[in-house]
């Protein structure tokens, strides 16, 4: 608002103090010829107004920031004077004239200051004070001003004539020790953002001085003026000390704390800022400090307006629980309560890195000006079970009036959420590092524990992502309306590591209902959900992660729980199966415990006996948590002595890991499941205890499948079965793998059903006949492969005196269990290769045997042989005896190459051959023995083949203690080649060699045979 031109003006100069004041009269007429002069109101019904103007009071300097190596050179730092001050004065109605002198123009405690009664821009007879950048101040409307009305002389020296704001005394005058309050009216504009960001004490980055007009003015709650220490106005400049405290507000655009001004002679001191904020993620209240100090340079010796910016945490430890707008009660994050371990960071760069890209007002990354990279703030996050993590991260500040409005859509706080708290920075082509919590793999609950351990997982990276409240709030002065949150976790399962074998982390992420209930409403309590990336988090895509058994022994050798991991439960440890499995789980608290083991991959899907699916034998119906796998970890903490229970603030003793599974089986492939009437039932504890007190690790398994057959091959093709009344199997830590079949019965069927007739004939022709009592036998063979069971079926001998003699005639049949992953198999043979069966007709005898291995996928493996033998054998006298033996025979194998052995191939041999075998012994003191042997045969591996030829003679002579053996041998490739050690080299190759039949050290033994030996012996009998 103008002012109407006033009746008189007059410049007050006084050099010998260097007053300079223009006085502007208002209603006023100056009369100097009245003795004395004076000032005469020129209309006595209006009001009369003096106005003392001073010209300008203040020069907006150049900042610069502190390090900033490219200073201005001296005199060339950016200046600019601010417009004249003035201060109003109201002349009382009851004076009608005023001297017109210097001291009568200079009494003015007199007179009533007119000052701005609320915020905006000063009148012309309003009292306007421009003693600092861009503001307009205006003093309480009571206050007065305080100076000498003539010149004051200090030891002959004359003190520069100021005046002083000053509250006034009892008596009207002013009283100087009295601290008068300003505030702030309006504020000008700089001209640009160029001159804005040069002059900076006012006005640096991401901070709005006009908020002074607010929080020194009505209608604002927390509104109060500034105290003035001291503002004296001069002809050199002015001369100030301010200093404004303000409460945190809930209007908008409101952030200051603190506003400390100090000025001599129109040039700035000292200026500091004080801005409230919050730190993004986690909430705790800090405040930003900006301070601008004239310092001297050393090289130059100019006197800058340096500054400074540094943050400095108010609120060093936050806690979430009954937090004003925290959504979820707090389950979105595993912490309860965030400290910061150094609440001093270094100082600010001077533009750090603002959380919205080029918006410095919406939050800064609190950076360091030494390094201008992030400072590693060392937080310690405590759980909800007590548990402390300690970990580093970044933190970035956002001001007060950003973080405690409703992110609504419009918002800048909605902006910083909408940014920082979905998982585009996550899974983008640029993942944000800061997001990305590194814990070291410390072990982090997840959730409320019932028992120590049961919600807690070795965590290398939590991924964090801000979350705002479920509803619109009302701003609260004290709280943030945004919270941290937890997108994902990259966590190992201990457990399933124990058991399965080390694997990748698993991604882990909040399950939403629990989220929304917690373990209300979810008697599954399921609490996480596990994905195999964060993608999946991200997308919501239903990716379970597989976990495969590394090495069977660990969880017993015949049964390998192969599962989908779709989720974590206090209940269940892993939730297996897919999305659906684990809602089910959740919401009423059953599962169907085939689509645990159910993968979308066949090759890793759990198996039963080598190749048989898990997931196929186990029943289609609901049953409760009691009939599901329960991989579970248990941490043994100290005691607290005082309390009686478990301190999860210490270090704990050791762990606890099981997985427990009984469930009922049903048929499927070679697999029956009723026996009798019995049903299978499959059983498995496997404990591992891990101690770092003692710093030990043991597993033990126990297991135990119940009342079931195996029968091979196929429904349409079945030949044997093995019933079991049980198959026990174990592994602990110091004695290894045991296995303990109990085989009851082995069944016939299809073909080999005569074996059954065949045994139920003979066990009633010869029962009761010990002779040739039919001899029926189990075996047991262990291997690191596979487990062999069966029964062996003897034959009796049959002898038909000279002329027939059939002996060593015995049926095998029983299965192969494989640890890894192959098929059961089904094996029947009569004879081994080892042990054949006996033929003699007068002196011709023959032998051999047969087998096969039959898995429910086809023919594994068919090997048999047969021979013909003549015998001759003769004594002359005593003098010379021999033997002589001739044998003819057939060797046929086809074994097919394992299908999951890529390198495996198929192979086949068929092999012709010739041993005649000769001994003569003269009075037992001199023996020679001649071995001949030959064979032709055809092998096909794979795609290849070969034909062989190769001969054998060995000539053995024995002289009493002496022995000697030669032996020559021919080898020769008569077509093809095989890419096999047994065949390299002997294309077209003959080599006779001759050699020591026994390449061993030639001994005591090898010298004499045993015949010799107990000739020479009984020799010297007594």
Known sequence: MSAPAPVASVRLVRPQDMLVIDF???NLRPDPAADPPQL???????????VARFESQHVTEQTVYEGEPNRPAPGSAAARAVGPSRIAFVVPETVKTVPYSESGLLRWWQWVMRVVPAAGRPGGLETDLLVVDWLHLTPEQFATWDHAETPVEHDGRTELWHTRLALRGPTGRPAPQSQPTVRVVAADEPADAQEAKLFGALNPEGFDFRQLIALTNPPEPVAAPVDVGLLALSAAGATLDLDGRWEPSTSSGLNLKHWEHHAWLGRDNKVVLEQYGFLVPYGHRALLF??????????????????????RITEPVKTYPGAYGLPYEGRSFPFTEIAVENPVPPDLPQDPEPLLSGRPEAGIWIQSIATGTDVAFVLRGTAATGREIRFTASLAFVPHDVAIQSPEPGTVLREVVDAYGGYDRLVGPVPDPRRALDLGGQELPYAAEAVPGTASHPTQRLFWGLRAPLERLAPRADSPLFFPGMLGAEARLTAMDAFYGPGDPVLLGYDEKYLLTGFGGNPGEVYVRVRDSLAALASGEDRPVERVVLNSVTVGGIAMPNIEVGGLSRVLGAAGGNKESVDRLQEEGTIVPKEYFDLKSQLNRAVLFGATFLANVLPDNETGPEESLRIKKETDYPVNPKTGIPDVSKLPNGHTMTIDFATPLVDFGPFRAVVDNNRAKLTLKVLNEVSYVEGTNTNKVTGKITQFELRLVDPAFQFVGVVFKDFEFSFDHDGGPSFKPGVSAVRFYGPLAFVSALEDYISNAFDGVSVFGLELKTYQEITVENVRVGVTFGLPDIKMGPVLRVTNCFVTAGVIVPFQRKPVRATFGFAKEDEKFNVTVYGFGGGGFFAVEVSERRVEKIEGAIEATYTLAFDFAQIASGLARIAIGIYFKLERADPDDKEAKDEVVLRGYVRATGRVSVLGLISVTAEFYADLQYRKLGNQSAVTAHARLTISIDILFF????????????????????????????RPTALAADEQPTGFADLMSRADWEQYCASFAP
């Open 963 to 990: 022995h000697e053996s030669v032996a020559l041998e021919f080898f020769y490739n008569l077509d093809g080649s095989i890419d096999d050690e047994s065949v390299r080299g002997l294309r077209g190759a003959r």
């Open 290 to 311: 900006t301070e601008t100090k004239r310092t001297f340079d050393e090289t130059t010796g100019v006197a800058y307006l340096e500054q400074r910016r540094f943050v």
């Open 40 to 50: 005469r109101r020129v209309d006595p019904a209006q009001r009369a107004y003096v």
């Open 24 to 26: 502007d009269f208002y």
